[in-house]
Every structure is written in C-alpha cells, then in structure tokens.
C-alpha cells in the first residue's frame, strides 16, 4: 500500500505541474519568446536532454516546477533580443505569467465537471431512511432503507418532516407514545410523483405506519432506530456540469483565499502554528487516504490540488507567478521597470522564505505521520 500510494502521488504531482508549466510553455512560445528550459522539480539537476532550443530536465526536488524563458531575469542584447521575456509587451508577459494558473483552474474544472456527471450528494427538503436497525420500532413496523419521511403526527399535530431536525425533535417530544407516520417509498409500476425520486419503471406509494419511539434505546441507535439523511444523489447533465463545476471552483477558491489568509494571519500575527494545514508529506499521506475510497477519490483530490496550486500561485509573493505580476504592475503604474537586480532579489527572498515555511509544514506533518486524519474534513466543501 505504501508503495502503491508513493506512485500515485508522484504520478499526482507529475500532472500538476506538468499541466501549470505547461501553459507557461505554450503561451511563451505563441509569442515567440525562448524557453531555454522546462524542469519538473526544482535544482539541482538529475537529468536533462535538448529538444530543439528547450532543455527538458528533472530536477532533485519533487515540490515544484519550473520553465526557464529567455530574458525573464533582465534585459539582454543581441539578435535574439526580441525572443526574450523581458522584451515583449506588459500584455504579452502578464498572459504568459497567468497561464500556469489558468490552466489548473481548467483541470479544475474539467475534473469537478465529470465528477457532477457521475453523482455528487446534494441536500434537499426531503428525509431519507438510509437504514433500520433490527428489532427495532422502525423495523418492527415495516420501515426500509430508502423510504423517505414525509409527515409525522401524534394525537394533537401534524409535522412536515423536511430536514433531520424536524423528524428527531419531534420524535424526542413524543418518547413512548404512538406516531402515525407519512411515507413514499419507490415500487415497480407505481406513477412517478414529486415527493421522491425513483429510478426507472419504479414510482411512489404512499404508506402510513404507527410505531412507538423508544423511551430507552440500545446504545448506538436512536429512538425509531433509524439512519437518516437529507442528501440525494444528483447527476448533472453534460450540458449542466461545466456550468456547476465553473461555479464550484469560484466558491471553492474563495474558501481558499480566507484558509490562506487566516494561515498568514495565525503566522505572523499571532505566531500559532496551524495544525490543518498539509505539505508534500501531508498530501502523500491524504493520498493514501483517497486510494482506500477508489479512483474517484483520487480524481476529487486531483480537481481539488490543482485549484489550490492556483490559488497558491497567484498570491502577490516574490518567486511566485502572483509576485511577477506584482511587478508587471508596478511597471504599469510607475511607467518603468523594476531594476533586474531588485527583481532577482526579491525573488530570490521569497524562495528561501517560501522552502523555510514548506519545511516547517513537513516537520509538522511528519508529527502527525501517524495520526488518524479523514479525507471527507478537508474535501467536505467539495459539494455542490
């Protein structure tokens, strides 16, 4: 298992950063600037062969990539000069610097999209038996897994059941006395109606049924001795998943964008620590975690990575694409550029504080190697 889910998160990270450097590379070269070098990993050098005029290389640390354009560190002379980075227009370098991130917040949404087309649990006003304890009132009186509640009644009132909530406080009032209950429950042949939703050749029945809740129940089980939920799966045609999974990625990344700030905030504000917060190690560990639910899991865990590397990369930090910007844009205000030598500085600092805060996350993940963590918490807002 061990081995299996070091080569699934290597093959993981391979695709993100295969993709995010990609778009660097495309854009690059449909301006016609160089690329001296496309890396996967960061230096120092294992490998690397010449295609061309790119050098394709693999690099020693497996936390990043990176594509080397001509010029990108400063101005040049020669006749190769208008093929460097630093000589195409604000535009140009601005559309190639936001190509990486565009380009996961596609995979993005390419991968949220077809996993809508697949089934995604979505809440609704309707609750479900999900299951029915043996011996128990709800068994006793002919209730079944995937029946759903509708109405509630004792002697005096009548109860709409339209979330959890309602079926277990009403229930809780009304501890050994007798419940008329108000179900639909899907049969072969039946007419399809509203209340529920039943596969094909299958309608709605309308039963009631009487049962007592449990003044005292097993431990483990509630008064009727049922599981309940008020999600159903929705599948979300081809035509309507892109539109969902375009939205879902913008709620995702904005829930994104306060993690990362209340991170930065608990840092350096109030010099905490937090502990939810995962590196490479972390996310090889949740990577073991999502092979145990299937390949689904670790398409969802793909979708999501690739939306935080966005997010993460767009950040106005030096040595980040966001703190490139950050210096397109001073350019653009000031009408000049940055001095190369600031640049490269700047650069430069935000790497080194960058690979000092990826190496404290990892000593705190390796804390917490062997610490039970579940998939669903960090994925849970991965709902429509």
Avoid at 4 to 11: G, N, Q, R
Avoid at 132 to 152: H, R, Y
Wanted: charged residues 20%; hydrophobic residues 50%; positive net charge.
């Amino acid at each position: 298992m061990i081995i299996l889910t070091i080569i699934v998160f290597i093959i993981v990270l391979s695709i993100l950063v295969l993709v995010h450097e990609f778009g660097h590379f495309i854009v690059a070269k449909k301006f016609g600037i160089r690329v001296e070098e496309f890396g996967f990993g960061l230096p120092p050098r294992i490998f690397g062969k010449k295609y061309g005029e790119t050098v394709y290389s693999l690099n020693l640390l497996p936390i990043g990539g990176f594509v080397k354009l001509y010029g990108e560190e400063g101005e040049v002379a020669g006749k190769d000069r208008d093929r460097s980075f630093m000589a195409k227009s604000k535009i140009a370098r601005t559309l190639v610097i936001i190509a990486g991130v565009t380009m996961n917040c596609i995979l993005a949404i390419l991968i949220i999209s077809f996993i809508f087309t697949q089934g995604v649990l979505v809440p609704t006003s309707r609750v479900h038996v999900e299951g029915v304890s043996q011996d128990s009132p709800a068994k006793k009186a002919g209730l079944q897994a995937g029946d759903v509640i509708w109405e509630m009644a004792n002697d005096k009132e009548i109860k709409a059941i339209r979330k959890s909530d309602d079926l277990i406080s009403f229930t809780n009032k009304n501890l050994g006395s007798k419940l008329r209950l108000t179900l639909f429950r899907c049969v072969q042949g039946k007419v399809q109606r509203e209340n529920i939703s039943c596969k094909t050749g299958f309608g709605q029945e309308e039963l009631t049924i009487s049962l007592i809740p449990r003044i005292k129940s097993p431990k483990g089980e509630g008064a009727m001795g049922v599981t309940i939920s008020n999600l159903e799966e929705k599948r979300y045609s081809i035509i309507e998943a892109p539109i969902k999974g375009t939205l879902e990625v913008i709620q995702l990344s904005s829930l994104m964008f306060t993690a990362i700030i209340q991170l930065f905030w608990r840092l350096l504000i109030m010099a905490q620590f937090p502990q939810d917060v995962a590196g490479p190690l972390g996310v090889a560990q949740i990577t073991g975690q999502a092979l145990k639910f299937g390949p689904m899991a670790i398409l969802q865990l793909l979708g999501f990575l690739s939306l935080n590397l966005a997010v993460v990369n767009i950040l106005p930090i030096p040595a980040l694409d966001g703190g490139r910007l950050l210096f397109i844009g001073i350019e653009a205000i000031f009408g000049k550029k940055v001095r190369p030598k600031v640049e490269i500085a700047a650069h430069q600092i935000g790497m080194i504080i960058l690979l000092a805060l990826i190496l404290l996350i990892t000593l705190n993940d390796v804390k917490k190697l062997f610490s039970s963590s579940s998939l669903g918490s960090i994925l849970k807002n991965f709902t429509p």
